[in-house]
């Protein structure tokens, strides 16, 4: 009997210890962005029923020309924020929308993960997944820029990435630091 109770103990202890190392994982892109553009208060259902965390300020902050072109075109609400659950990173989805819950614009924002190493190459495959999955929604992107961090005597580069499309323009940027920093953002918008 005693023998019967260490196995299911030691059995316990082994599924407790796998899913504690597979708590965080790598959610695929896919998954992550919507390249849609609903109504606000469907979009909202949508981060609630994902358990995501509002996040949002509280107050109007904008975005500049060089990431949203129209923004200026635009009377939006105050700007909402969702913070979606952990897994390799901690990823944040800013969306603009108009007072009649129109929404025009969607700002997705990966970070580290503080709760567990994230790696550069980790960061990478991140950055490529995302280019991947945007450009056989989109089509090849029109520009490509990527800076050298090595060469460069800034602290910090950033690589950028645009395509447009009819329906449909998107924005992929990474920031790189020479002290490790690094984080991606992905801008979309439809006029």
């Known amino acids: 009997m005693i023998m019967k109770s260490r196995i299911l103990y030691v059995f316990i202890l082994l599924i407790s210890y796998s899913c504690s190392v597979n708590k965080y994982s790598n959610v695929p892109v896919q998954d992550e962005i919507d390249l849609s553009f609903k109504r ?9 029923d994902k358990k995501s965390k509002d996040i949002t300020l509280g107050y109007f902050w904008g975005i500049g020309e060089d990431i949203y072109p129209t923004f200026e075109k635009h009377t939006f609400e105050i700007p909402k924020s969702y913070q979606r659950n952990e897994n390799n990173f901690i990823l944040k989805v800013d969306y603009f929308f108009t007072k ?9 924002e990966w970070n580290e993960n503080e709760k567990i190493e994230v790696s550069n190459s980790l960061f990478n495959e991140k950055f490529n997944e995302i280019k991947k999955y945007i450009t056989e929604k989109l089509g090849k992107p029109y520009l490509e820029v990527y800076e050298d961090l090595e060469k460069s005597k800034e602290e910090t580069v950033r690589d950028n990435i645009k395509w447009q499309s009819q329906n449909l ?3 992929l940027f990474r920031f790189r630091g020479k002290g490790g920093f690094d984080q991606i953002r992905l801008a979309i918008y439809s006029d």
């Open 100 to 108: 009649d819950d129109q929404t025009k614009f969607k700002f997705y």
């Open 40 to 48: 606000f208060t469907e979009i909202k259902k949508e981060e609630i």
């Open 169 to 171: 323009n998107a924005y």
